[in-house]
């Protein structure tokens, strides 16, 4: 996420400048909560809370706000030039909202993206690069910790059920082992390559010896 003006553009000023339209932005946001969990059934609207918890839970160590909204691509030139695939903790609260998470995989991806986007966009000594990796080591832990209730939570809200949800995850899973182990063998191509020219070039010396 963003990136103070000194460097890239304010977020502290953005929040500073735009006081009522973030206003405006948590009453609907809530009003839209409250429509959503009118729809939901009962374990469904706990599993709802149970993960906008877990948001809340990283963003106290946020109080300024840097990554609750999306950055503001005016106040911060360049960023979206650079990030691809912006999220913040707003995103995150509307895409659990409408269902969109199918997998505990996407959750816990998405607040990951959050810090790695800042640590991307910022250089190592900017204060926004550093509050981003202490917030994204207290959310793995967090994550970690929570891990076999949200991922309950996260198949009970997949609006094709927990089931489909399950083998969703697994698809997943299977996706990247298989994308790790093309990874592993692109690594060790050049070595062996390596390896092998030298071979050549030895049994080639010793032909040229004798």
């Not at 877990?54 to 909204?69: H, L, N």
């Not at 949800?165 to 298989?178: D, K, S, T």
Request: hydrophobic share 35%.
């Amino acid at each position: 996420m963003g990136s103070e003006h000194a460097q890239h553009g304010s977020h502290a000023a953005r929040l500073m400048e735009q006081p009522i339209s973030q206003q405006h932005a948590r009453q609907e946001q809530q009003q839209n909560h409250q429509q959503d969990q009118q729809q939901l059934e009962p374990a469904q609207q706990q599993s709802l809370s149970y993960l906008l918890n877990i948001i809340s839970q990283v963003a106290k160590d946020d109080p300024t706000g840097v990554f609750e909204y999306p950055v503001d691509g005016g106040l911060v030139p360049g960023y979206y030039d650079k990030i691809r695939q912006p999220m913040c903790f707003h995103s995150m609260r509307t895409k659990l909202q409408a269902r969109e998470y199918r997998t505990w995989r996407e959750f816990a991806k998405d607040m990951d993206l959050i810090f790695e986007n800042a640590k991307t966009f910022n250089p190592s000594q900017h204060r926004v690069h550093k509050l981003a990796i202490n917030l994204q080591r207290n959310a793995r832990k967090l994550l970690q910790q929570a891990e076999l209730p949200a991922r309950r939570c996260v198949h009970a809200l997949n609006p094709d059920g927990p089931a489909a949800a399950a083998a969703e995850e697994q698809a997943q899973i299977l996706c990247c082992a298989r994308d790790d182990a093309r990874s592993s063998q692109l690594l060790l191509a050049p070595t062996a390559s390596a390896d092998a020219d030298e071979a050549a070039a030895a049994a080639a010396d010793g032909t040229a010896q004798e």
